[in-house]
């Protein structure tokens, strides 16, 4: 069985109730069921932190085990030269998700400090964006 590891970074704690017009109406525990449901074959394993130092101690942990990480990296996308530099250290792919089309918002969300680090992008299809991920990472990792 192969394992994925999904790191949520800050405030994703909170889909659900945060913005139901950009991040939709299901917390994330909810929508993690059906993930599940639609990959029995995978081990699919989640993390969230609001925490910088937290996310980067996940990706140590979990990039020289798992077969391929998903990563919403939240505000931190954009700020984050560690986040990047952990996720070039570990040798498994790493997919960065986006929940919103970060292109069609505010101006200082159209940079990634960690997009050049990650195996692919997959930006704004709600929560379907983590399903197209796992299907990404099915197709690299065989």
Do not use: W
Not at 34 to 44: A, T
Request: proline share 3%.
């Amino acid at each position: 069985m192969k394992t994925i590891q999904i790191i949520n970074g800050p405030n994703l704690n909170l889909l659900g109730k945060r913005e139901p017009d950009v991040y939709g109406y299901l917390d994330f525990d909810a929508y993690l069921g059906r993930l599940r449901s639609s990959f029995p074959d995978y081990d699919i394993r989640y993390f969230q932190s609001n925490s910088e130092g937290a996310l980067i101690d996940m990706i140590h942990e979990t990039g020289f085990e798992v077969d391929g990480i998903i990563l919403n990296a939240g505000a931190y996308t954009h700020t984050s030269v560690a986040l990047h530099d952990a996720i070039k250290a570990v040798e498994v792919p790493v997919i960065e998700v986006h929940i919103s089309n970060v292109h069609a918002r505010e101006e200082f969300r159209h940079k990634s400090m960690i997009s050049a680090a990650c195996k692919g992008v997959i930006a704004g299809f709600g929560l379907d964006s983590y399903r197209l991920a796992v299907e990404a990472l099915k197709n690299v990792t065989g």
